[in-house]
């Protein structure tokens, strides 16, 4: 695996109540700038999604927001990123996300980071490219889809060396080590 310069972090516009994940989300922030890997994410000035460029910038990283001002009032998007760049839709700004990337982090979010994870290890299970992506399972918040992923493995619906795909860690650390040791390559599929 070639080294990480870049990792797009997927999360939820809202901070939410779990304080776990609040800490969790800062110390992420600070591990990117200290390992002088740039974070691409969504663009926003709120929530998880604010709270991580944050941390960032005000660790001294660098920060790429892309975000698509056809949906989202200006005040949302985050005026203090190192570069924003504005998109006209959803599926240019996760294009563009993904080519920007060298590894994916979904932290704790909703239909949208669920969405996105999950987009993208879809095109690694189909072989459209060879980057880690994983789940910051912070307090537990992740066990429902892993769960998932298990049944579907004990199913034969999901082949256990894809379902690998996705990296697990439950800190930030472990999280960023796993996407900097990656040496995964997916299953072809059944048919």
């Given amino acids: 695996m070639p080294e990480l310069t870049s990792v797009c972090v997927y999360c939820a516009s809202s901070t939410g109540t779990n304080e776990a994940i609040v800490a969790a989300t800062t110390e992420l922030g600070v591990l990117l700038a200290e390992r002088g890997i740039r974070l691409v994410y969504g663009g926003g000035a709120v929530g998880l999604m604010g709270l991580v460029a944050d941390t960032v910038l005000e660790a001294g990283g660098e920060v790429t927001g892309i975000i698509p001002l056809s949906l989202f009032p200006k005040e ?11 998109v006209d ?12 990337s060298d590894a994916f982090i979904a932290l704790p979010g909703g239909f949208g980071t669920l969405e996105e994870i999950a987009e993208v290890t879809t095109w690694g ?5 060879d980057k880690p992506v994983g789940v910051l399972n912070i307090d537990g918040y992740w066990d429902g889809l892993l769960s998932f992923l298990d049944r579907a493995v004990h199913d034969q619906l999901l082949k256990e060396q894809n379902n690998a795909l996705l990296l697990r860690a439950t800190t930030p650390t472990g999280m960023l080590d ?14």
């Fill in 76 to 86: 949302v998007a985050h005026q203090g990123c190192t570069e924003l760049i504005t």
């Fill in 125 to 129: 299970q189909i072989g459209m490219h």
């Fill in 178 to 191: 796993a996407l900097e040791n990656y040496t995964g390559s997916a299953e072809p599929k059944w048919i």
């Fill in 89 to 100: 839709s959803m599926h240019e700004r996760k294009r563009l996300m993904f080519e920007r």
